[in-house]
């Protein structure tokens, strides 16, 4: 049944309070994570609640409608975009492991398929391993992994991972992620959606934990141009889930932060950080599934 005026006043009271007693113990979400107990326990809370909003309204055909009724046809005049694992994937099979540059990447393949000629003897799984107890670590006194070029970082990460130190390696190595030989673009409707939302006056902007090689990824795939922002960790001395990276985003856009969406892979960094910082957010896999569907729960057809 569609929404009328005075339904939605009559639930308005109810959502405004269900958003202010939402999922944030302790403080922004962005914050807890000294506890994996206490993080699995703030997740399950988060997933329990995460439709509270979806729920007074009967389902996401009545959100989109309610979301209309406030803002017009084009729900949101901003779309945020994550980069690795949402925008573009590695090239070769996907390995749970954390990056070179991304959340899941083949890294013990390239690192052991590279490396052969400098003389990493390790096999794929004992790389696998060593990159995961080194990535786990905690780096410094600072929470930012990736700090400029990222360098530093990545070379405790590729000696530790491989035992090799050789200078050549790592920049081979770190050069490789820079090209296009390396990345592919998720959805290849990408392109065409975003000049449709764009036209229809939505701005769009990628925001992504990564060092500045980004913009070189993004150029080496000829997608840069596609945004009216690119804003990246290592840029703005903030990671998501932190929500500063989200609201410098839309101050680069000129947006309020409840006017955009951002779509992200990862339900911590993207889903409770974009939400923290004020902005509506879509699980990337879940919510939705490809950038046509963003563009039609936006209301811009492609």
């Known amino acids: 049944?569609?929404?009328?005026?005075s339904s939605i006043r009559s639930k308005l009271p109810t959502l405004v309070l269900a958003a202010l007693s939402g999922p944030r113990l302790n403080g922004p979400m962005w914050q807890r994570h000294s506890s994996s107990d206490a993080a699995a326990a703030s997740e399950a809370e988060v997933v329990n609640s995460r439709h509270v909003g979806l729920e007074l309204f009967g389902g996401v055909k009545e959100y989109e409608e309610y979301r209309r009724f406030l803002y017009g046809e084009i729900t949101h005049k901003a779309?945020?975009?994550?980069?690795?694992?949402?925008l573009l994937v590695p090239s070769q099979p996907m390995a749970q492991v954390a990056p070179l540059l991304l959340t899941q990447t083949p890294t013990h393949a390239i690192y052991r398929q590279i490396g052969e000629k400098y003389g990493v003897e390790y096999s794929e799984h004992e790389i696998l391993n060593r990159y995961r107890r080194a990535y786990e670590?905690?780096?410094?006194?600072?929470?930012?992994?990736?700090?400029?070029?990222?360098?530093?970082?990545?070379?405790?990460?590729v000696s530790s991972s491989t035992g090799c130190s050789d200078s050549q390696y790592f920049e081979e190595l770190y050069h490789y992620y820079t090209t296009?030989?390396?990345w592919h673009l998720c959805d290849p409707e990408a392109e065409k959606v975003f000049k449709s939302l764009r036209n229809a006056?939505?701005?769009?902007?990628?925001?992504s934990n990564f060092d500045t090689r980004l913009?070189?990824?993004?150029?080496?795939?000829?997608?840069e141009h596609w945004f009216d922002a690119v804003v990246v960790s290592a840029e703005v001395a903030a990671e998501k889930p932190n929500p500063t990276i989200f609201l410098?985003?839309?101050?680069?856009?000129?947006?309020?932060?409840?006017?955009?969406?951002?779509?992200?892979?990862d339900r911590r960094?993207?889903?409770?950080?974009?939400?923290?910082?004020?902005?509506?957010?879509?699980?990337?896999?879940?919510?939705v599934h490809s950038f046509n569907e963003v563009a039609q729960r936006i209301g811009v057809q492609v």
């Open 1 to 5: 049944m569609a929404l009328t005026r």
């Open 79 to 86: 779309l945020l975009v994550d980069a690795a694992g949402t």
């Open 137 to 157: 670590q905690p780096w410094g006194r600072s929470r930012l992994r990736y700090v400029n070029d990222g360098r530093p970082f990545w070379q405790f990460i």
């Open 180 to 182: 296009d030989k390396a």
């Open 201 to 207: 006056g939505v701005k769009l902007a990628v925001v």
């Open 215 to 223: 913009r070189s990824v993004l150029r080496a795939l000829n997608c």
């Open 248 to 265: 410098k985003a839309c101050e680069l856009l000129g947006v309020n932060p409840e006017d955009a969406v951002h779509v992200g892979d």
């Open 269 to 287: 960094n993207d889903i409770w950080g974009a939400r923290d910082a004020g902005c509506d957010a879509w699980l990337w896999g879940s919510d």
